[in-house]
Each structure stands twice: as C-alpha cells, then as structure tokens.
C-alpha cells in the first residue's frame, strides 16, 4: 500500500489548510485511516483517525478546529485543519490501518505545515 499526502504549505495564525491523502496499491482497502504530526524536537503524536465506518476520533488539543473524514471508495482520507495556531506547525503524516490477519499500518510520505503568528 502506498500513501500520497498534500496540501500542506505556510500559513497565518487563525488560517486554514485541507491535507489528503489517499492509499492506492493494495488488494484490500485500509481500515481505519488517519493523521499524526511531529513538531520539530518532539516525538509523533496521533491527531486524529475514522474507521471505515466513519467513527472518528480527534485529539482534544485540535478538537472543535480539525476535521477528519474519508471516502472509502476511494481509500482517501482528509483533514481539515481550521483556526491554525504556531504550535500546529509539524509535518503531517497520513496513515492506513489494513486488518487482515495481523493488523498492518501504512505510512504516507509526510506533509509539512508551518503556522506562523
């Protein structure tokens, strides 16, 4: 499976981006699908993910200012990052969880956002 991110690039505090990815190259579609970022100095930290269901999650230091959503048919998934402060300013990095057998997670190639004040 491989992972295509875009839509990173620099933004204003208060700004807004739309990241996607979408997941091609494997015989079964991803499970769940989600975001992780890592600032510069700090470890990988999980942003957000949503089941092939739909079910969502977001951490609570971005909830009420990201979205995340997916289109299954297409294995894509989207954030959208609204409200934009410094502190979001990490590379972005999409993934695809595939549950066949032993669970699987797929890594994107990383997409930058840098939120200046």
């Known amino acids: 499976v491989q992972l295509q991110a875009s839509g990173g690039g620099s933004v204003q505090a208060g700004g807004s981006l739309r990241l996607s990815c979408v997941a091609s190259?494997?015989?079964?579609?991803?499970?769940?699908m989600g975001w992780y970022r890592q600032a510069p100095g700090k470890p990988r930290e999980l942003v957000g993910n949503?089941?092939?269901?739909?079910?969502?999650n977001i951490v609570d230091s971005v909830k009420g200012r990201f979205t995340i959503s997916r289109e299954s048919d297409k294995s894509a998934v989207y954030l959208q990052m609204d409200s934009l402060q410094p502190d979001d300013t990490a590379v972005y990095y999409c993934?695809?969880?595939?549950?066949?057998?032993?669970?699987?997670?797929?890594w994107g190639q990383g997409t930058e956002v840098t939120v200046s004040s």
């Open positions: 190259g494997g015989i079964f579609r991803p499970n769940d």
């Open positions: 949503i089941t092939s269901g739909g079910s969502t």
């Open positions: 993934s695809a969880t595939v549950r066949v057998g032993v669970p699987i997670t797929y």
